[in-house]
């Protein structure tokens, strides 16, 4: 019977069970899908930080989050020989106004102090964007280099990878052990509201569509409400 068992095999519950063995406790993962079957099978992967203000615990978190993710996933790929598709690339955003150029540089500000050295939000002008950038009206761009790229197939893959080489257990169906994760996506939040009698929360659709060009290397791109993701 193992110390923990984390039902739901997508990002968070593989995440955790790496975690887990990584302090030295055994798991075991419950899915009867298979790793990266729901959500985290997706194609999307961005990783992106909140404004820099104002500030609160979430955010702090978020920025926690964001900056150990590179080692985590260099540990997680040292594990298991699967490559994940992170890369901390950075984000340009076009500036269509300039009351978007104050906000931006207003924001700069909280960014260094909030984010210190570790990443900067900056304003830059079309030279420094590149050929990648989209058209900007003002010819300038927001660009931080905090945000980052995962791709989520491939990441689902290199945990589960990671955690049976640790001697984590991945199967379709097991007993639950004393302690249990519940890690099912918005599926689970619908059996969690059932099971309190009141809704907690739900699934929110989004659609993305994937693309045969190569931009590996380049920074994220939200620009008229779309995200472009360079995968590498």
Known sequence: MPDVTICG?????????????????????????????GASGGVVGALQPHTPDPWNDKKQFQLESLLSAERFWQGVEAASGVPSGYARVGRLQPLSTEREIELARSRAAAASERWGPAATWEIIDRASAGDWAPP????FFLHDTLSAILHPRHATQSLAAAITARGGTIAKEAPL????????????????????????GTGVKGQALLLGYNAAGSPQVFAEGIHFVPHL
């Open 9 to 37: 095999a997508g990002v968070f519950g593989l995440s955790v069970a790496w975690e887990i063995l990584r302090h030295g406790a055994s798991v075991t993962v419950i899915d009867p899908n298979g790793p990266g079957a």
């Open 177 to 200: 052990g004393p302690a249990v994760v519940w890690a099912t996506g918005w599926l689970g939040l619908t059996d969690l509201g059932a099971a309190l009698g009141q809704p907690v």
């Open 136 to 139: 900007s009206p003002t010819g």
